[in-house]
């Protein structure tokens, strides 16, 4: 559904009246200077005619080029995989777009916290306490949480109902919904946990953990691998 916040639109599927989710996109982004919202989809993939109608659709850099110039180069990438995220940013900073940070005038953002200035997604009651260390791309989606003292690595994503504080979550961790994690526990890079899950202690990187006590079920190696050898020069960032 469309999450709308003073007139900006972040969203990971589509409104029903325009057709359910397009979990098949790339990405889309949307820019902060009006209510416009942009399809870049880079794999030409054939596009319905309701979307050319309601949306901008962006096919390559030099459309996206110029679309960027009609918003001040501001932009923010708002769905895609962790990695896909990232990547398109970087893309859209190449030529000259401006990565933002979006916190909603409705989440509640403590004090002494060190937020980056670029790509940070912050929704609507989501709640960052205090002397929290958040780096590039980080979203919190609705009704997220994170406690006092921890680090939350570039392009991680917090789903709504997570309990935790005084953890170190790697690169590109994607938290599902109602995830518990006791304190003091580090979640390695490139690492998914399941809805519900509960985590009790470290959890190695490419791990996907699902259940109470989580346990390891599967591993995210071989698409993270895939995907990097398939966008040649990308490079990760991996912050500890």
Not at 13 to 22: I, L, N, P, S
Not at 89 to 99: D, H, L, Q, T, Y
């Amino acid at each position: 559904m469309f999450i709308k916040e003073t007139g900006y639109i972040l969203t990971n599927e589509v409104v029903d009246t325009y057709g359910g989710d397009f979990t098949w996109m790339d990405v889309w982004f949307e820019t902060l200077d009006n209510g416009e919202i942009a399809f870049f989809n880079d794999a030409n993939t054939e596009i319905p005619d309701y979307i050319r109608k309601n949306f901008t659709v962006i096919t390559n850099l030099d459309e996206a080029k110029n679309y960027l110039k009609t918003t001040d180069n501001k932009f923010l990438v708002a769905v895609g995989d962790n990695l896909t995220r990232h990547y398109l940013s970087k893309k859209f900073e190449s030529i000259g777009g401006i990565n933002q940070t979006y916190i909603s005038k409705e989440a509640r953002v403590g004090k002494y916290n060190k937020i980056s200035p670029k790509g940070v997604i912050i929704l609507a009651d989501a709640h960052i306490t205090n002397d929290l260390m958040l780096d590039e791309g980080v979203v919190f989606y609705l009704r997220a949480g994170i406690g006092h003292y921890s680090h939350l690595g570039p392009y991680s994503l917090i789903s709504g109902g997570c309990n935790t504080s005084s953890v170190k979550i790697g690169s590109y961790v994607t938290i599902g919904i109602n995830v518990g994690i006791v304190p003091a526990v580090s979640i390695g890079s490139f690492s998914i946990l399941g809805t519900g899950a509960i985590i009790t202690k470290n959890v190695e990187e490419y791990s996907i953990m699902v259940g109470n006590p989580a346990k390891k079920v599967k591993e995210t190696r071989t698409i993270v691998h895939q995907f990097l050898s398939e966008h040649s020069g990308f490079q990760p960032i991996i912050s500890f």
